[in-house]
């Protein structure tokens, strides 16, 4: 199965914390989306990332491409919280603004509350995701711009941080 990442999921140290077996693909763009900081988390009630449909926006969502084997999938919907606020959604990705590549599942959230922020652990992941996928300086440094909050749950914190060491 084809997955498109663009949160915490770039990274691929925290991917293969959460699956086995999975494949890391390459970059790609979906284009008319872009990455917002919104999703509620639904363990946490901190900001996690959504792929928000913008038409017309100029900087398409980067994100990073997964194969994942099929009985890793409903694992993958548990983690991200399919019906807990993301929605399973299909897809269609590409290598540059005009050349589409494949299609592949990806989160969309149901669930959003702009005035959420992330943890600094949880935007530490998409960052370092985003230089692994080797994204535009400018996309990271918006990245870099969102505001977070420390996680008081100093164990899930130190869990978070330690796939960085």
């Known amino acids: 199965m084809l997955y498109f990442a663009y949160g915490s999921n770039l ?3 925290r991917m ?3 699956l086995t077996g999975i494949t890391r693909v390459g970059p790609r763009m979906l284009p008319g989306f872009e990455l917002r900081f919104h999703k509620v ?3 946490d009630n901190s900001a996690k990332c959504d792929a928000f449909r913008a038409e017309g926006t100029l900087t398409p969502l ?3 491409l997964y194969d994942i ?3 890793q999938v409903a694992l993958l919907d548990d983690i991200e919280g399919v019906g807990q606020g993301y929605d399973r959604e ?3 990705l590409f290598h540059s603004n005009v050349q589409p590549a494949e299609a592949a599942l990806t989160y969309i959230a149901t669930l959003i509350d702009p005035t959420l922020k992330p943890y600094d652990w ?3 992941h998409v960052i370092a995701g985003a230089r692994e996928g080797g994204f535009p300086a400018a996309y990271i440094e918006r990245i870099l711009c969102v505001e977070v909050m420390e996680d008081i749950d100093l164990q899930r914190a130190e869990k978070e941080w330690s796939i960085h060491r």
Do not use: E, L, N
């Open 62 to 64: 980067y994100g990073i």
């Open 69 to 71: 084997p099929d009985h």
């Open 16 to 18: 293969s914390s959460r």
């Open 122 to 124: 949880y935007r530490h």
């Open 11 to 13: 990274y691929s140290k």
């Open 90 to 92: 299909t897809v269609q």
């Open 41 to 43: 988390g639904w363990r």
